[in-house]
């Protein structure tokens, strides 16, 4: 089985993983996704500012795979802090619609001490599954 790495257009290159892994049967695997840009600069330094960069990352991976937001499976969050987390929730959902559109997938939410990248208050992966024609 091979599988192909999933690289949007004009995004810096990754360092020791792929953004994305698409194998022959469709399954698209996408790393965490943080809030920062293409040119890995954060622009937001709010909870809900990086969670709308980290999930049009995600987007972005899965149309650069050929696929739709609603191809996505999976998501497993990653949180640095719950009490911000609770406390948005609505202005979290309407972002997460802004990009994602009403669909919902399967999901997981895991709160950590902490994320590589230090300015990171959430990371998240995810899995579609791409439609072949």
Do not use: C
């Amino acid at each position: 089985m091979t599988h192909r790495i999933i690289h949007p257009d004009g995004w810096k290159p990754a360092k020791g993983y792929a953004n994305g892994m698409l194998s022959e049967n469709g399954t698209l695997y996408v790393g965490g996704q943080i809030g920062w840009t293409a040119d890995q600069v954060f622009e937001a330094d709010d909870f809900i500012g990086q969670m709308r960069q980290a999930l049009q990352n995600i987007r972005a991976v899965v149309e650069a795979a050929g696929g739709q937001p609603e191809h996505v499976t999976r998501l497993t969050w990653y949180v640095t802090d719950k009490a911000e987390y609770l406390a948005h929730q609505g202005e979290i959902g309407a972002a997460y619609r802004e990009v994602m559109g009403r669909h919902f997938p399967a999901m997981t939410m895991v709160v950590v001490a902490g994320l590589i990248e230090d300015e990171a208050r959430v990371e998240i992966e995810a899995t579609a599954e791409i439609l072949r024609a």
